[in-house]
């Protein structure tokens, strides 16, 4: 039976509830952003004095702003692009490609009752949100 990336991504959704893994989505551009912006601004209307507090204000604001914002790592999953969950759909299959199955229920069954495989699942999935989302993982409530 071929292998459907939805199945997958139901598969790795349910691997990931069941720990309760969220993610803390950092947004550094948009800071960095933010900080040379107010600086400059700082800068044009107080001089030298201006630019200091400006940067100082802006640091702050940037900061505040890069500040990690919890998402649920299924709600994380099903919103990535295509091509990303194919990126997934290939680590995935990699490691489940021994398993016979039907359907996404059945193989979500078949994984839950090894850990061996769950814990395969989940390193993979961390490696993949904390090196190309570059985002921390927490778990837990």
Same mark, same amino acid.
């Given at each position: 039976m071929p292998i459907v990336v939805s199945d997958i991504m139901k598969l790795l959704c349910s691997v990931s509830q069941e720990s309760k893994m969220k993610a803390a989505v950092k947004h #550094? /551009?948009?800071g960095a952003l933010v900080t040379g912006a107010v600086a400059f601004v700082g800068g044009?209307?107080?001089g030298p004095p201006g630019l200091a507090v400006g940067g100082a204000v802006g640091g702050l604001l940037g900061a505040w702003m890069t #500040? /990690?914002?919890l998402k649920p790592v299924p709600q994380?999953?099903?919103e990535l692009p295509p091509a990303e969950q194919q990126k997934l759909f290939?680590?995935?299959?990699a490691i489940i490609r021994h398993l016979d199955w039907t359907d996404a229920v059945q193989l979500t069954t078949l994984v839950m009752g090894s850990e061996a495989l769950k814990h395969q699942l989940m390193a993979m999935l961390v490696n993949y949100i904390t090196k190309e989302l570059q985002a921390e993982?927490?778990?837990g409530d």
């Open positions: #550094s /551009g948009r044009l209307m107080g #500040s /990690g914002q994380i999953l099903m290939n680590e995935v299959t993982i927490q778990y």
